[in-house]
Structures are given as C-alpha cells and as structure tokens.
C-alpha cells in the first residue's frame, strides 16, 4: 500500500524508524523489537539506507521486506542518490519491486566525512533528481526529507521552503523533518511551506535524547537548536543517564503531545533502534489518542 493514502483529515499518522545494524548479529535484535511492535501497531516503519553502499545498507532491504511481509507493517525504504550511478539506482528499485516494496523515501545522503570534499555527485546532484528518477514508475510512492531549521549546509532561509517545493513538483508525496527539539521550529516550516505552495503532508521527526553526548554529535549534524527547557534538563541529570533517559523521553512525549494536539499529519519517532523507546512511545500515544 502506498503510504500517502494513510494521511487524511484529523488523523496524526503515526510511525517509527529504524536503522540496519552494523553487525549481521544485530539483525536478530531489530526482529525482536519489530516483533514486540506488533502490538501498538506504528502506521509504517522506515528503514535507514547507508549512503555509499556500505554493507548495512544492503540490509535495508531485507529488513523493510521482513516489515511488510512477516509483520505486516507498511515499509518506508529509505535510498540515497549522491554515490550511486543512475544503473545502479535502478538494480536497486528493481529488487525494491520484487520484494513488492512500493514506498521509498528519497534523500541525496552525504559524502563520507573522510572524503574532504574529494568526491562528487554521480548521475544524481540532488534528491529532487532522485524523485524524478523514481516516479517514472507509478507503482512507487516517493517521500522526502523536510528540514525544520533548515538544512546544515544550506546558506539562504528562503531556499528551504523553495527546495521542498521542487522535490513535491518532483513528485514527493509526503515529507519526514529533521529531528528538531523546538516544536515552533516545525510549526514555523509548515507556514512557510504552505505559503509557498508545498501541499503534501509534512510529518514531524523526533528524537529521545539518549545521552549528553549524543545530542552534542547530534546538533552539529543536524544543525538543531536546543531550547533552554532541554539544556537545564541535560545539565541537570547529565552525570545520570538513567534519569536524563527518563526524562528526555518525558521531554519528547511532551513535543508529541503538542503537535498531536496541533493537528500535524504525522509523527515520526527515531528509536534509534531502542525497542523499549519505541514501545513505551508508542504506548504513551495510543493512551493519549483513546483518552481523546
Ligand atoms: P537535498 O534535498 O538534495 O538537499 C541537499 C542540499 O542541497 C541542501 O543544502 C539543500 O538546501 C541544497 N539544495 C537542494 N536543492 C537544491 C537546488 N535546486 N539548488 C541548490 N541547492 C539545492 N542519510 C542517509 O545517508 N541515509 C538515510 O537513510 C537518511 N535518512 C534520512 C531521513 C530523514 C527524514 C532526513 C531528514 C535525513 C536523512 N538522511 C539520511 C540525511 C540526508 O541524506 C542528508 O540530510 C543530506 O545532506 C540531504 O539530503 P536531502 O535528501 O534533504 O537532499
């Protein structure tokens, strides 16, 4: 099923990502958690690509089929263009189809960090050069990266609602953000974008703060800022990370709520591949939606 018929009116879709392991040992653990998963039932699962085909993401694959065709879950496989030859984007749509994946969120990745700006883009330059790649087959649903603060290496504001414009005119048919930890931030996007022209869902990403230094490496990643409500909380328990976990999930039950409450048309939840994150998450959602 495409995905982009989930979304309808007062509906808050709600989903997860995962990511392959680095380890073969570490498939048998995601399995594990999408097995306890079953029970609170995420609308779909997006499984991670490796940008550079390294071997994890020739597992992306095998997971997101494990997904849709054991569990029953709708797969959202995720691809990257930059590395990859127009030929080989098409071996691995071509795989995609007979392992009857229909739905691929298409990024441009990144160049490996040891790269040092030596490399540069194959057959594709940007994700919107993907979408147009994919779409030429309509039995895909193609989505695409949103950034609420914009992307890191983007100069000028204004191209961030202009760049999501092309990939929808590309033929994205749904949009997941950036993680972001200011909901005004995504609130802020939604306007702009829609003021623009951009009219496909635009799902909001999150992430549980798991330790102090993951959000360091996070924030120069991203490029996502920090409200002082977060900071006190890091600085507060930053020497116990059982209560900094404890707390930073509270803190991102808290940004889920709100933008439930503000009608957003879906909520992503990065687990990072913690399936008691995921579980109690997504308990905490369903509590919130029958108390409706
Ligand atoms: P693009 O939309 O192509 O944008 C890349 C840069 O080019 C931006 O700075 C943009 O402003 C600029 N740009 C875009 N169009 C134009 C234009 N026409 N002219 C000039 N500049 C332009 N990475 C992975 O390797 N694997 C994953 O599985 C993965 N999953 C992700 C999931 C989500 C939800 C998100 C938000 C990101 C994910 N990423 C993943 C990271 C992503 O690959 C990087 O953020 C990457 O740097 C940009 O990808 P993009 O698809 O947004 O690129």
Redesign the pocket.
């Known amino acids: 099923m495409k995905i982009s018929k989930l979304f309808e009116p007062n509906k808050t879709v709600l989903s997860l990502?995962v990511?392959p392991p680095k380890k073969e040992s570490g498939l048998g653990m995601i399995y594990e958690t999408l097995h306890e998963l079953q029970g609170v039932r995420p609308d779909f699962v997006?499984v991670?690509?490796?940008?550079g085909g390294n071997e994890s993401s020739n597992k992306?694959l095998e997971i997101a089929a494990t997904i849709k065709n054991r569990y029953g879950i709708e797969a959202l496989h995720?691809?990257?263009c930059?590395n990859n030859t127009q030929k080989e984007i098409q071996a691995i749509l071509k795989a995609m189809k007979i392992a009857k994946i229909e739905n691929v969120?298409?990024?441009?990745?990144?160049f490996p960090e040891d790269s040092k700006g030596q490399m540069q883009a194959q057959d594709f330059?940007?994700?919107?050069d993907?979408i147009s790649e994919i779409v030429v087959d309509p039995s895909f649903c193609v989505a695409?990266?949103?950034?609420p603060e914009?992307?890191?290496?983007?100069a000028l504001d204004e191209?961030?609602y202009?760049?999501l414009l092309?990939?929808e005119q590309a033929g994205a048919e749904f949009f997941?953000?950036?993680?972001f930890f200011d909901n005004e931030c995504f609130y802020r996007m939604v306007e702009g974008a829609r003021q623009i022209g951009v009219t496909k869902p635009l799902v909001a990403?999150i992430m549980p703060i798991l330790s102090q230094a993951q959000v360091q490496k996070m924030i120069f990643m991203?490029g996502s800022s920090l409200p002082s409500k977060l900071i006190k909380l890091i600085y507060r328990y930053g020497n116990d990370p059982i209560e900094l976990r404890k707390a930073s999930l509270e803190y991102a039950w808290q940004q889920m709520d709100d933008l439930i409450r503000h009608g957003v048309d879906g909520v992503?939840l990065y687990t990072m591949n913690r399936s008691e994150i995921a579980i109690k998450t997504f308990a905490h959602l369903r509590k919130e939606e029958s108390s409706k």
């Open positions: 990502e990511f997006s991670t690509y490796g940008a992306t995720h691809l990257t930059v969120l298409a990024l441009r990745g990144d330059t940007y994700a919107k993907l695409a990266a949103c950034y914009g992307h890191i290496s983007q191209e961030n202009s760049h092309e990939k997941i953000s950036q993680l990403g991203c992503h």
